[in-house]
C-alpha cells in the first residue's frame, strides 16, 4: 500500500482579509500575493503548500492539526487576535487543542512530546 501525505490543502474562510490578518498573527506566516487573488490567499513558502478560499460561509470538513512550540502561548495568542481555545488535552503524542479563528472556523494546536 502507498503511503499518502497531505500535499496541499485549503481553509475555507468568509474574508479572506480577515484570515491573513488572524492566522498571520498567530503564526508570523506571510502571503504569497503574487499567487493570490480576492478569493484565494496562498501562504508563502508553505510546505506542504496551502492557502484561504473565500467561501460563503465556512465549512468545517477536515481537522487541520497544526504543530506549535508551546501550546499555552498559542492558546492565548487565539484569545488576543479574538479565537476561541478550549483547554489543551495530554495524549501519548502530545497536548492538543481544538480552537477556532474569529471568524468561527475550527482547527487544532499540537505540542509534540518529545520524540514526536
Known sequence: MTQVQLGYFTVDTPD???AKAFY???FGWA???DASKSTYAHVADSNPPF???????????AHLYFRVE??????????ELGGKAALPSQSATGLSVAVCDDQGV???LWQAAEGF
Do not use: M, N, P, Q
Not at 51 to 61: P, S
Not at 70 to 79: H, K, N, T, Y
Open 16 to 18: 479572506i482579509g480577515k
Open 24 to 26: 498571520g498573527g498567530l
Open 31 to 33: 502571503f504569497d500575493e
Open 51 to 61: 492557502g484561504f478560499t473565500k467561501v460563503e460561509r465556512a465549512k468545517d470538513f
Open 70 to 79: 508551546d501550546i499555552e502561548a498559542a492558546c492565548a495568542r487565539v484569545r
Open 106 to 108: 475550527s482547527f487544532s
